[in-house]
């Protein structure tokens, strides 16, 4: 049949001209842009993968740049705490030097000194002006802050980590479970006759950490004389002697000047007559077994927590910090965890006493953080302290119960070298240095582990993940040219074909005019 009102071939040949047209044109979008995603009805679900991965990609670059950004910041900090390192070696060579006072002037000391202010100088100055793009690097600005710390408990705080994500401070609590000791060796003074004195000559061999000395006691010595005579020789032994209860009766005790577990004292007698002796026995020495620190001198105990021997070493402190089991160092805990990283040196008073009360302290804020990866989290962050350079803060070491820093050893002040001279003995200066170097070095291994082993493969790890998200992104995102062009060819055939095919449909109607004549 023959119609004119309807070109039905016509309706369906437009139709399919006009669907391969769209093939057309959505080939050539493609061709044009080289994305195979240019709109989300291109493919809905490709599209949602493809922004978040998009997403990850853009912080991961971010994190690679902050990587390397912290590297440089690492490095300027460096190169300052180096020159610190230089001088504080200088410092310690003129101290040395200073010390032999046999072949030194008293003018020369004064220029050692002077050299010794100038140096002291120069690291406060590197302290306060060592900067990376306006940030100051070793002022304490990227100190942490702290807040009720009881110094009749916690000599010195040390964070080297803590992680605030969420929280405004962080809550510290220490309580001492062991208790730090030194090496003792108690000598009972009611077993002679008289009482606390020695009934024949003696020559003690005293050992500890400073050393070994024999020293002679004549038959009659009070034990007074004795801890007076052993205490004289303390520097080089590292062994200090005092009576119990400050009473000869009670006896004496020997006792290394250092806790912990590398501490210790050994007292043995050289000459003597035999053991089956009363001489021999009023000097029987007992050690330290786990006395409680509440009983200092428990003579009451003997046979039940004291036992004769010759030698005894001291115990580390035992603490737990916010419930974690801190690693004991003599008077030093110290704890290392994501969430938090310190170091504490407790009070003599509370290193040795477990029954005390746990102390509590706050870190307020502080520190220096690093975004390291694509998400702000606290597994994605490294928080870091770095301490002040300036030679207040720095070198600290625990003198007669008090903190001394590095410059002390200025002129005027009470470790300087006419000071340290008038009395005969520099070893104060130099513990300042040995800790002032050890200080400057351990931030300097901390500073370089943290790049060596976070930041550095953090970026390779960030590169390999940026490598691998950006192929599955292509798969899904970018147009495969060798299909889009083969689709190509195809539509513009099907669009030649299409028009060919309506010219004809149209024709086809004018074929009516026919049956009319």
Do not use: C
């Amino acid at each position: 049949m023959t119609r004119i009102n309807t070109n039905v071939p016509s309706l369906f040949a437009r139709a399919n001209l006009e669907r391969t047209n769209k093939e057309l044109e959505l080939r050539l979008q493609r061709l044009s842009t080289g994305l195979r995603l240019n709109r989300g009805a291109d493919d809905p679900a490709g599209l949602i993968i493809s922004e978040r991965i998009r997403s990850d990609l853009r912080g991961i670059e971010q994190g690679i740049k902050n990587s390397n950004r912290a590297s440089s910041v690492i490095a300027t900090t460096e190169g300052a705490l180096t020159e610190v390192n230089e001088l504080l070696n200088s410092i310690k060579a003129l101290v040395v030097e200073a010390a032999n006072t046999g072949a030194m002037s008293s003018e020369q000391i004064k220029a050692n000194q002077l050299q010794i202010d100038s140096a002291i100088d120069s690291i406060t100055r590197i302290s306060n002006t060592a900067t990376f793009g306006g940030l100051k690097l070793l002022n304490g600005e990227l100190d942490y802050s702290l807040s009720g710390v009881a110094t009749s408990a916690i000599s010195r705080a040390q964070i080297f980590g803590a992680s605030f994500l969420g929280d405004s401070a962080i809550q510290v609590d220490v309580a001492v479970a062991t208790s730090a000791q030194t090496g003792a060796l108690y000598v009972q003074g009611d077993l002679s006759v008289p009482v606390g004195e020695l009934v024949s000559s003696t020559t003690l061999r005293i050992q500890g950490e400073g050393g070994v000395v024999d020293v002679s006691f004549v038959s009659g010595t009070s034990f007074a004389d004795i801890v007076a005579g052993v205490n004289n020789l303390t520097s080089q032994t590292g062994v200090r002697a005092e009576l119990i209860n400050g009473n000869i009766a009670s006896g004496m005790v020997f006792k290394s000047q250092e806790f912990g577990s590398e501490a210790f004292v050994s007292v043995q007698r050289v000459n003597g007559p035999p053991a089956a002796e009363d001489s021999w026995q009023t000097f029987a020495f007992h050690q330290n077994a786990a006395v409680p620190s509440t009983v200092p001198f428990p003579w009451g105990l003997i046979g039940t927590t004291l036992l004769e021997g010759k030698n005894d070493k001291g115990q580390d402190v035992q603490a737990l910090i916010n419930g974690r089991l801190a690693t004991g160092d003599g008077l030093t805990i110290s704890v290392n965890s994501p969430e938090l990283s310190l170091e504490l040196l407790l009070n003599e008073d509370l290193a040795t006493d477990p029954t005390a009360a746990t102390t509590t302290f706050y870190i307020t804020g502080g520190g220096a953080l690093f975004q390291l990866g694509p998400e702000v989290t606290a597994q994605q962050q490294v928080n870091i302290g770095v301490q002040s350079a300036a030679a207040a803060l720095l070198g600290a070491t625990l003198v007669d119960g008090s903190l001394q820093y590095l410059n002390s050893l200025k002129t005027g002040e009470v470790n300087s070298l006419r000071t340290s001279r008038i009395r005969r003995d520099f070893s104060i200066p130099s513990q300042i240095l040995e800790q002032a170097i050890d200080e400057i070095s351990l931030l300097r291994g901390r500073l370089g582990a943290f790049e060596r082993n976070v930041l550095q493969p953090n970026v390779r790890s960030l590169q390999s993940a940026t490598e691998n998200l950006a192929a599955s992104n292509s798969v899904i995102r970018d147009a495969d040219f060798a299909l889009e062009t083969s689709m190509l060819t195809r539509a513009q055939v099907l669009a030649s074909a299409g028009t060919t095919v309506l010219t004809l449909a149209n024709q086809q109607a004018q074929q009516a005019l026919q049956l009319l004549g």
